[in-house]
């Protein structure tokens, strides 16, 4: 059996570049369960990330190379909804060349999109939720019996599947990939050797604007399985430190001071940054906060989205403005870098609020970005734009999506009390006035004396940063 498995590239949500590389950790896990459990495959990967393969006349001609080559019997890639042209463009190239070969979608292009690429009737399965068990149904033949696998003659819904024992899962096969151009490109953006791991998957929060690919029921993976992987990355690869996609950490504290004691122990030394929730850090969870700092935590990005509590609100965001005011001191008092960013334009959104958001930034000495809507299928807020018919034609909508890449600096759809002329003001205008701490607000923030301290050090960093060629403080 011969698989041909493609990296489909996507685009950084801050700035729209193609060029940032993120490791495809997904189709990574996908490659590591075929490798176990179909040893007998033939998977041959092309990274179109590498190298930016973005416009049709590229792909196709990459694809035309590998035909001379390789039959694939099955073709798999993964992708997110946002990417919609791109997998069209790509799908009916597969089609062309490959015309014997069985097309899988997985991704939350597949969970949340299927019914519009089902349309074009041109892709042949598509994984809704995790991917490893159903893909080794598919390569197997035994697809009908997986109800998250969606054929064109499907009579129900798919059901979402997710993986409820993730340590059955072997790691990702890195050796698939070429991880030192992931590495080096992150070292050149960043000014650090990181790589992207988890540590669990699933999400119980229910954010109107959110698709969660993974689902609300959280699983963790085991601790020791976690470190190995950590040391293996270190070892094999030279990374200095881990980035964790992890939807949301610290749900599960014994689980977290686990973790942090073992790395301790273990004397891995290797930085890492995450991201959690402003419920979840509060007073009594200080000394989980500061083993964290001693275990290599050198950032935690709190999702904020707005300083004004009516937006929070409908939003459906269950946290206070005070609550992720108190979140980001705590995550500070530990030696953790705190960070975050704000979504504008949810419905609702005006001037008002906006300047809510940017004293909120301010005065918690945020150095953030605001990013526009974009309504995803799958997400509350995507379901209240079609009812009230503010998106007309989904596929032209998800078209023009597409276009920016899901770039969200751009407007995309205007929800909010604002006509685009004056939303498109008000986005610049709060990125300029949250672009840099001023010495004023660290007095504020902190009081006279301490205050003083920490813009010397802030100050102290800019110099070192300056000297390690570094870009940023954490990965």
Not at 368 to 380: A, H, M, Q, V, W
């Amino acid at each position: 059996m011969n698989v041909l498995a493609i990296v489909i590239p996507h685009s950084d949500r801050h700035t729209g570049d193609y060029t940032v590389l993120n490791f495809p950790l997904g189709l990574a896990y996908i490659i590591g369960v075929l490798r176990q459990q179909l040893p007998e495959a033939n998977i041959y990967i092309k990274d179109f990330s590498i190298g930016t393969i973005i416009e049709e006349h590229e792909m196709k001609g990459k694809l035309l190379d590998i035909n001379k080559r390789f039959k694939p019997d099955y073709i798999m890639y993964d992708a997110m909804i946002t990417q919609f042209t791109y997998i069209k463009i790509l799908s009916r190239l597969l089609k062309d060349i490959f015309p014997k070969s069985r097309q899988v979608l997985g991704g939350s292009a597949a969970g949340s999109g299927y019914n519009y690429f089902l349309r074009d009737g041109v892709i042949d399965y598509f994984i809704i939720g995790e991917g490893e068990i159903a893909i080794v149904d598919i390569l197997k033949g035994n697809y009908r019996n997986n109800s998250s696998v969606v054929v064109k003659e499907n009579k129900k819904d798919p059901e979402r599947q997710i993986v409820n024992d993730l340590g059955s899962l072997p790691f990702p096969s890195y050796k698939d990939f070429m991880i030192e151009e992931y590495v080096k490109g992150n070292y050149d953006y960043t000014g650090w050797r990181y790589m992207p791991m988890i540590t669990q998957r699933g999400c119980p929060y229910s954010c109107n604007f959110c698709y969660s690919n993974f689902g609300k029921v959280v699983r963790n993976r085991d601790v020791d399985l976690v470190i190995e992987e950590m040391a293996l990355l270190k070892s094999d690869h030279n990374i200095d430190s881990i980035y964790f996609w992890d939807e949301v950490q610290f749900l599960n504290k014994g689980w977290m001071e686990k973790f942090c004691l073992k790395l301790i122990d273990k004397k891995i030394d290797l930085k890492w940054t995450c991201s959690s929730r402003a419920s979840l850090l509060q007073e009594k969870d200080m000394s989980l906060l500061r083993l964290a700092k001693r275990a290599g935590c050198l950032r935690m990005t709190i999702g904020i989205e707005s300083g004004n509590q009516g937006v929070l609100d409908r939003i459906n965001k269950r946290n206070s403005v005070d609550q992720i005011e108190n979140a980001l001191r705590r995550i500070r008092n530990a030696g953790i870098k705190a960070s975050g960013s704000m979504l504008a334009g949810y419905v609702g959104e005006n001037e008002e609020t906006i300047q809510d958001s940017i004293d909120f930034a301010n005065r918690n000495l945020l150095k953030t970005s605001f990013y526009c809507l974009i309504p995803l299928p799958g997400s509350e807020i995507y379901r209240h734009c079609l009812k009230n018919e503010l998106i007309k034609n989904e596929v032209a909508y998800l078209e023009k999506v597409s276009l920016l890449g899901g770039d969200a600096s751009h407007i995309v759809i205007n929800l909010t009390d604002m006509d685009d002329i004056t939303y498109e003001y008000q986005i610049k205008r709060a990125n300029a006035l949250v672009a840099n701490i001023k010495l004023r607000d660290i007095l504020n923030y902190y009081g006279v004396i301490k205050g003083l301290l920490v813009h010397l050090k802030l100050y102290y960093l800019f110099i070192k940063l300056k000297t390690t060629k570094r870009m940023f403080e954490t990965p």
